[in-house]
T-cell receptor
């Protein structure tokens, strides 16, 4: 059965304290690994898509990487405005996203 | 470029009623997917439509249905509402190709009393 697991469930960082979020997946025939950010009461905001092991993408303080079994979202020198829930999703059919439960990130000043 | 819009944003219904939610995708996008988000289960895929055809369906009962119109707008319907249907219903649009980068709307918050 296809499964996406994110860890940790919650993470509290001091401003400027870099860290990584993990997304493990068991999906047959992975077509894409997606990262989203979700703020309370809002829909998920698209961040990155990764398609093959070894691929990396960056956006401001965020960098996403992909291996054959995991993806990492690295957050460098986070700011309080980076506080949100980060969601990882995997796609095999190309039409449905299988989401993890998310990591709730809190960055304190 | 306008994003995905969903109406209404909030709904309160009672058990046994039915509800229809609407989604307008990003201009030029032909695929619309629907997801249910709850604190316990997270985001779960309901179904996906492309050019008015359902291409994929998640593991939800038949009370959940949807359709897509020729202008790519989509509606989903839930009949015989149950308390457990209370959730945030999210619509996502994409071009519909295999890259499948999906962009989400703000959601409709459904409360069933």
């Amino acid at each position: 059965e296809d499964q996406v697991t994110q860890s940790p469930e919650a993470l509290r960082l001091q401003e400027g304290e870099s860290s990584s979020l993990n997304c493990s997946y068991t999906v047959s025939g992975l077509r894409g690994l997606f990262w989203y950010r979700q703020d309370p009461g809002k829909g998920p905001e698209f961040l990155f898509t990764l398609y093959s092991a070894g691929e990396e993408k960056e956006k401001e303080r965020l960098k996403a990487t992909l291996t054959k079994k995991e993806s990492f979202l690295h957050i460098t020198a986070p700011k309080p405005e980076d506080s949100a829930t980060y969601l990882c999703a995997a796609s095999n059919s190309g039409y449905a996203l299988n989401f993890g439960k998310g990591t709730s990130l809190l960055v304190t000043p | 470029k306008a994003g995905v819009t969903q109406t209404p944003r909030y709904l309160i219904k009672t058990r046994g009623q039915q509800v229809t939610l609407s989604c307008s995708p990003i201009s030029g996008h032909r695929s619309v997917s629907w997801y249910q988000q709850t604190p316990g289960q997270g985001l779960q895929f309901l179904f996906e439509y492309f050019s008015e055809t359902q291409r994929n369906k998640g593991n939800f009962p038949g009370r959940f249905s949807g359709r897509q119109f020729s202008n790519s707008r989509s509606e989903m319907n839930v009949s015989t509402l149950e308390l457990g249907d209370s959730a945030l219903y999210l619509c996502a649009s994409s071009k519909g190709d295999q890259d499948n980068e999906q962009f989400f709307g703000p959601g409709t918050r459904l409360t069933v009393l």
